[in-house]
């Protein structure tokens, strides 16, 4: 499978004025057609130091891919930056300039004479017309290497990757047929450090490879399988999938799009039970993903905080009397002597349970960690009921 490098290129990305959203969509990408992406780069506009990184790419990798850079004022160095890694002059394209005109009458607007940059391309360049803006793409193959240079406007690099890159790369590396799939499975529970002690050989395994994400209080499990058809990625992802959810059972809540609050209304359903919550100090993190799963406002309470425990268990022993729900949780997070405590109550038909956990980490992730951990608490028990309930036939 050939390898490739997105280079992406503007000040304002290194300035933290913008989001880079342009390397995800392009790595996402190129992983369904089955090309490996070595390395992503973000550089500002300066043409030295963009061809330098040029240079450096193709020292790697096969595909070298730039965004950004392609507008017509002077701070758009892309054109001139790959033509000083090629060592080649920039050429003028007569064609590109009555594109250029031509784009601009569909606007309305008359161009000024800088647009008339963006008619110069690397010496033996290939123009790629931009029917979705004025900036015209290109690309230049080497003897190794095909570096391709396209806009850094979203909407524009979408198109233009769809309906051009993408097309033209699997004509040109035989990549019809070829494909790499990834799954993610998500865990909570657990720490990335005891989900790797259990998994930890299958992160060498090779293909499909195996990897970990650390995120507040959940981990993910990230399986992706390089194959010659999409049945066959299934199939590699099934196998792999199978290993790693013998081994961490129902540490596992849900893959790719499902979330806690998802698996929790799912088992709620099953039991046909209806939950109401009162949180207090989580920033109504958990109030917000419990609406968004889909549990009425009315069965939703978020007191202010400080509030201590016991007023926090007679408010949620109100509500699950109002609303005539089978469970109940309360959830509050306490912060005393430098010391984050989360206090878990979670009443049922089944029993009440009660949980207490502690937050080391970044002030700025404590609701997310929080919320996870408690929708995790309900599911697990709802989970043991469910197994109780079966075993007893």
């Given at each position: 499978?050939?390898?490739?490098?997105?280079?992406?290129?503007?000040t304002?990305l290194?300035?933290?004025?913008?989001?880079?959203?342009?390397?995800?969509?392009?790595?996402?990408?190129?992983?369904?057609?089955?090309?490996?992406?070595?390395?992503?780069?973000?550089?500002?506009?300066?043409?030295?130091?963009i061809a330098?990184?040029?240079?450096e790419?193709?020292n790697?990798?096969?595909?070298?891919?730039?965004?950004?850079?392609?507008?017509?004022?002077?701070?758009?160095?892309?054109?001139?930056?790959?033509?000083r890694?090629?060592?080649?002059?920039?050429?003028?394209?007569?064609?590109?300039?009555?594109?250029?005109?031509?784009?601009?009458?569909?606007?309305?607007?008359?161009?000024?004479e800088?647009?008339?940059?963006?008619?110069?391309?690397p010496?033996?360049?290939?123009?790629?017309?931009n029917?979705?803006g004025?900036?015209?793409?290109?690309?230049?193959?080497?003897?190794?290497?095909?570096?391709?240079?396209?806009?850094?406007?979203?909407?524009?690099?979408?198109?233009?990757?769809?309906?051009?890159?993408?097309?033209?790369?699997?004509?040109?590396?035989?990549?019809?047929?070829?494909?790499?799939?990834?799954?993610?499975?998500?865990?909570?529970?657990?720490?990335?450090?005891?989900?790797?002690?259990?998994?930890?050989?299958?992160?060498?395994?090779?293909?499909?490879?195996?990897?970990?994400?650390a995120?507040?209080?959940?981990?993910?499990?990230?399986?992706?399988?390089k194959?010659?058809?999409?049945?066959?990625?299934?199939?590699?992802?099934?196998?792999?999938?199978?290993?790693?959810s013998q081994?961490?059972?129902?540490?596992?809540?849900?893959a790719?799009?499902?979330?806690?609050?998802?698996?929790?209304?799912?088992?709620?359903?099953?039991?046909?039970w209806?939950?109401?919550?009162?949180?207090?100090?989580?920033?109504?993190?958990?109030?917000?993903?419990?609406a968004?799963?889909?549990?009425?406002?009315?069965?939703?309470?978020?007191?202010?905080?400080?509030?201590?425990?016991?007023?926090?268990?007679?408010?949620?022993?109100?509500?699950?009397?109002?609303?005539n729900?089978e469970?109940?949780?309360?959830?509050?997070?306490?912060?005393?002597?430098n010391?984050?405590?989360?206090?878990?109550?979670l009443?049922?038909p089944q029993?009440?349970?009660?949980?207490?956990?502690?937050?080391?980490?970044p002030?700025?992730?404590?609701?997310?960690?929080?919320?996870?951990h408690?929708?995790?608490?309900?599911?697990?028990?709802?989970?043991?009921?469910?197994?109780?309930?079966?075993?007893?036939?």
């Amino acid at each position: 499978m050939p390898t490739a490098e997105i280079i992406a290129i503007g000040t304002e990305l290194l300035l933290g004025e913008i989001q880079d959203t342009n390397t995800q969509f392009l790595a996402r990408q190129l992983r369904d057609i089955g090309v490996d992406l070595y390395r992503s780069t973000q550089i500002g506009d300066n043409t030295e130091r963009i061809a330098a990184v040029i240079q450096e790419a193709m020292n790697r990798s096969e595909i070298i891919i730039t965004t950004g850079g392609l507008g017509p004022t002077v701070d758009d160095p892309t054109r001139e930056a790959v033509a000083r890694a090629l060592g080649v002059q920039t050429v003028y394209h007569p064609e590109l300039w009555e594109q250029i005109l031509k784009r601009y009458q569909c606007y309305s607007r008359q161009p000024t004479e800088n647009n008339r940059r963006q008619a110069y391309l690397p010496m033996n360049a290939v123009a790629i017309e931009n029917p979705v803006g004025t900036a015209p793409a290109f690309r230049v193959e080497t003897g190794e290497n095909i570096i391709i240079s396209i806009p850094g406007v979203p909407r524009e690099m979408e198109y233009l990757t769809l309906n051009a890159m993408l097309p033209f790369l699997q004509e040109r590396f035989n990549l019809k047929g070829k494909i790499i799939k990834a799954r993610v499975l998500h865990t909570a529970g657990a720490g990335e450090s005891q989900i790797d002690e259990m998994i930890g050989d299958l992160e060498t395994h090779a293909n499909p490879t195996v990897g970990l994400l650390a995120k507040p209080g959940q981990t993910d499990v990230r399986i992706t399988a390089k194959a010659e058809t999409e049945a066959q990625a299934n199939q590699m992802l099934d196998g792999m999938t199978a290993i790693v959810s013998q081994r961490l059972g129902n540490l596992i809540y849900g893959a790719d799009s499902e979330t806690l609050e998802m698996a929790l209304l799912k088992l709620l359903k099953s039991f046909g039970w209806h939950l109401v919550c009162v949180e207090s100090g989580l920033n109504e993190e958990l109030s917000i993903r419990l609406a968004n799963a889909f549990i009425p406002a009315d069965q939703i309470l978020n007191l202010p905080n400080p509030c201590d425990s016991q007023q926090l268990i007679e408010k949620l022993r109100a509500l699950k009397s109002e609303t005539n729900a089978e469970a109940g949780l309360a959830a509050r997070i306490c912060v005393q002597d430098n010391k984050n405590t989360l206090s878990l109550h979670l009443e049922t038909p089944q029993g009440i349970y009660s949980e207490t956990h502690t937050f080391g980490g970044p002030p700025a992730l404590i609701h997310l960690w929080g919320a996870n951990h408690a929708l995790n608490f309900v599911r697990l028990k709802l989970e043991n009921f469910s197994q109780s309930l079966g075993s007893n036939g």
